[in-house]
């Protein structure tokens, strides 16, 4: 249940109606908007009074609310959250914030040399894996701390910040201390126990969605970080599984327009795990963007056809920079700024 507050109403009146709730047993979530002050319910609100709340002086309206995350609801939060990722970067808002680099992190030459040529090219932000899930126990797996430390050479190289994937909690201080952005991966998304510990973090979360996760499952996660006071998610479409295999996954860009509707928090899409292609990155990236995605996050890689990892899937620095200068007209169309 969320009450809506009057634009007039008074701080005696905002304390009456927190009151009245919390005396039907729940916690109160308070959201000021730039032009409307909710009141969410947290807990089970079933034994609040929907009349007596209605009839209390300063309230407007009283709802009830059936989904069952409140924290990224948008009814409980009617503006866009807008994250900072550091060095002045955000995403959400009128930005449209792209990240980039490669799937993993090889050598300093390698992340570097990316690092630098995304950031000419005008990426705000440097993904790399230092730690890699992959399918096959044999497949590389990155280079663990090693990876860690060479993202760092490439930040001090370009000040540009890092997101890299992490696999477990106790990687976790590592993580606090050297990350800018932590991502969990799809196949980490309904890890509970891991999202409840990176949801007492300080850090911003890229939240992939999951292999085959419904919307609905996807923002159920996002409540588990956000329930442990992490408040700083950003959510990431990557593609989910169908009976289609021309493609890696299927790219889900309805999946950005409900989300956008459904919650406050940012959307970003992964176009490069999405098709598993690099010749269709280019093509889904501007979809993307068409679609109202709050940003983009694209593997770059200065040598595909020998990477380590995920080659036939990223594009090269200079398929990047053509990409990037296609962007800033069609973010204009859609009223964000490169």
């Not at 947290?42 to 002086?57: A, F, H, N, P, Y």
């Not at 992939?208 to 919307?215: A, F, H, P, Q, Y």
């Not at 493609?247 to 309805?254: A, I, P, Q």
């Not at 020998?306 to 899937?313: S, T, Y």
């Amino acid at each position: 249940m969320v009450i809506i507050m009057k634009p007039e109403f008074t701080g005696k009146q905002l304390e009456n109606a927190i009151r009245a709730m919390e005396e039907g047993g729940v916690k109160v979530m308070i959201s000021k908007g730039a032009e409307t002050t909710i009141l969410g319910a947290e807990g089970d609100s079933s034994r609040l009074d929907e009349e007596r709340l209605t009839q209390l002086e300063g309230v407007e309206r009283v709802m009830r609310v059936s989904e069952p995350y409140k924290k990224a609801n948008r009814k409980y939060h009617p503006d866009d959250s807008v994250i900072d990722i550091g060095g002045g970067v955000q995403v959400g808002g009128g930005a449209l914030t792209v990240i980039a680099g490669p799937c993993s992190v090889e050598s300093e030459g390698q992340i570097v040399g990316v690092a630098q040529a995304v950031k000419a090219s005008g990426a705000a932000a440097l993904r790399g894996g230092a730690y890699k899930p992959r399918t096959s126990p044999y497949a590389f797996q990155g280079k663990g701390m090693e990876g860690i430390r060479l993202l760092l050479e490439a930040k001090a190289a370009t000040g540009l910040p890092i997101v890299t994937e992490l696999m477990s909690s106790d990687q976790i201080p590592m993580f606090e201390e050297c990350v800018d952005v932590v991502q969990i991966g799809a196949r980490n998304m309904q890890n509970f126990d891991l999202l409840k510990k990176v949801g007492r973090m300080k850090k911003p979360v890229l939240l992939k969605r999951g292999l085959s996760s419904t919307i609905e499952e996807w923002l159920m996660s996002a409540e588990y970080i956000m329930s442990e006071g992490n408040n700083q998610v950003i959510l990431c479409e990557r593609g989910i599984r169908t009976f289609e295999n021309f493609t890696r996954n299927t790219l889900d860009l309805s999946a950005v327009l409900a989300v956008k509707t459904l919650s406050h928090l940012p959307v970003v899409v992964d176009p490069s795990h999405a098709c598993g292609k690099a010749w269709m990155v280019e093509g889904m990236a501007m979809a993307a963007v068409a679609a109202g995605a709050d940003g983009l996050i694209i593997e770059v890689h200065n040598d595909p056809a020998n990477a380590l990892c995920d080659g036939a899937q990223s594009i090269t620095p200079g398929q990047f920079s053509a990409l990037m200068a296609k962007l800033h007209p069609m973010a204009q169309c859609v009223g964000k700024t490169l």
